[in-house]
């Protein structure tokens, strides 16, 4: 078995809104693991993002335990958790947010000034194919160049986890496919340990696990045998 990489147990997520608690995690026992591509995939309000958000250190459960190897995340200090995110994980999320007035290299030169062992800016764009667009800014860029500027961004600081929250949701199916490739590349060439949230289901057949929220819940895990490239995902 591949070295356990995340592990929650009994991870639940309440927001109190006045005279009603929302469960948006119930009691959640999870393990994620070293070089795996994972997809979560459910409906909206399954727990799915808010799950992301715990693992990546943006937010604390409200009960349960989470661990990052051997470090436990659950009642780590603000700024403990500023230090785990700056040196392990990467974040891609379904809107780019780069800075409009910073070139694609500028912008990812945003992380690899306060990164301890980044990549160079350049290698970083090149890894995603942009090497010839990396002075290009944003504005000039299509919906897919710039979500892979921002896999450029997220990569460049080495993290042993990439988090992506819908990376295609902003995208026609092309672009789309070109961004799932970036993603499938730097797992396979880096064994980055990356989790995919989405709500298209046809992602998950890319994925060496598939885990499906409902109602905050983990419904079922399945796992592939055979892994389709990008590509022949039916969109």
């Known amino acids: 078995m591949p070295e356990t990489v995340f592990r929650t147990e009994g991870v639940t997520k309440v927001y109190d809104t006045g005279n009603v608690k ?4 119930a009691r959640v026992d999870l393990a994620l693991y070293s070089g795996q591509l994972t997809v979560l995939l459910g409906p909206s309000g399954s727990g799915k993002s808010t799950l992301l958000n715990i693992l990546g250190g943006l937010d604390h459960a409200t009960e349960g335990r ?6 436990e995340l659950t009642n780590l200090p603000d700024r403990q958790l500023t230090r785990y995110r700056r040196d392990y994980v990467g974040f891609v999320f379904q809107f780019y947010n780069l800075v409009p007035s910073l070139t694609a290299r500028e912008n990812v030169q945003l992380v690899t000034d306060v990164a301890p062992n980044p990549m160079p800016a350049a290698e970083a764009l090149e890894l995603v194919g942009l090497d010839h667009r990396m002075d290009h800014f944003p504005s000039e860029l299509s919906g897919g160049e710039q ?15 990439l988090l992506c929250d819908e ?3 902003a995208l026609d199916s092309s672009t789309g496919v070109q961004v799932l490739e970036a993603l499938r590349d730097i797992n396979d060439r880096f064994g980055t340990t990356t989790v995919v949230i989405t709500h298209n289901a046809e992602i998950r057949k890319m994925a060496h696990r598939v885990i499906f929220f409902q109602d905050g819940k983990i419904s079922r895990v399945e796992q592939n045998d055979t892994l389709l490239a990008p590509s022949e995902i039916a969109w």
């Open 22 to 25: 929302v469960f948006a995690l």
């Open 66 to 71: 989470v661990w990052f190897r051997d470090l």
């Open 147 to 161: 979500q892979r500027v921002a896999i450029a961004r997220a990569i460049a600081k080495r993290p042993e986890i």
């Open 167 to 169: 990376p295609t949701g």
